[in-house]
């Protein structure tokens, strides 16, 4: 389980959003942090959406929103802030063996360049990791056997959070054999996603 999983089961919107600041009715409507709001437009419970604005998302989306934060540094936030325990047991299971040494380490452009990267890339993949999430509602049911569609969900989603241990929870020097070796990987799994989407769609 990614640091995204892990805090997205352990903390709702609604908390995060009550830990800096909010004050929620018992409806669970309440003034919009992020517009100039007079009437209560955000309905806030375990995700949050706005009536007005349109933001919305869950808490790691909230705190990144409040805080202008990327996706990974509002987990992170959240974590140190709530004191919560972030578990990498998922990269102890799999095996990583980096071939290359990190050459991305040389000049202070190329860092900021790996370092950009690496930030867009979690969040692309938190946005894939959230489309997923919502493709998973339509998953045929087993009916004694898995179908195709339920396969190809199950592998794309271990990639997704296998690739977001690496980018948030690994060393630098599994960062940068990501980067020099699997970037590309980033903009398949998108095109996986397409397709199973297409997939889903014809059943």
Excluded at 35 to 62: M, V, W
Aim: glycine share 6%; proline share 3%.
């Amino acid at each position: 389980m990614n640091i995204f999983k892990n805090i997205s089961d352990m903390v709702t919107a609604r908390e995060a959003a009550e830990l800096y600041g909010l004050k929620i009715g018992r409806n669970g409507m309440v003034c919009c942090p992020f517009h100039e709001d007079h009437t209560p437009s955000l309905k806030i419970d375990k995700r949050y959406y706005c009536f007005g604005c349109g933001a919305k998302g869950d808490a790691i989306d909230y705190t990144a929103r409040l805080f202008g934060l990327s996706q990974i540094d509002a987990a992170k936030k959240l974590a140190e802030d709530l004191h919560l325990p972030i578990s990498d047991d998922s990269r102890k299971t799999k095996k990583y063996s980096p071939t290359k040494k990190g050459s991305v380490s040389g000049r202070r452009p190329i860092k900021e360049r790996f370092r950009d990267w690496c930030n867009h890339a979690v969040d692309i993949l938190k946005e894939y990791e959230d489309e997923l999430l919502s493709l998973s509602k339509h998953l045929p049911d087993t009916d004694g056997g898995e179908s195709l569609a339920r396969k190809d969900y199950y592998r794309i989603d271990q990639r997704v959070s296998y690739y977001l241990d690496v980018l948030c929870l690994g060393s630098l020097e599994d960062r940068q054999e990501f980067f020099l070796k699997d970037r590309k990987e980033v903009e398949k799994i998108g095109r996986e996603i397409n397709h199973l989407r297409t997939e889903l769609a014809g059943n």
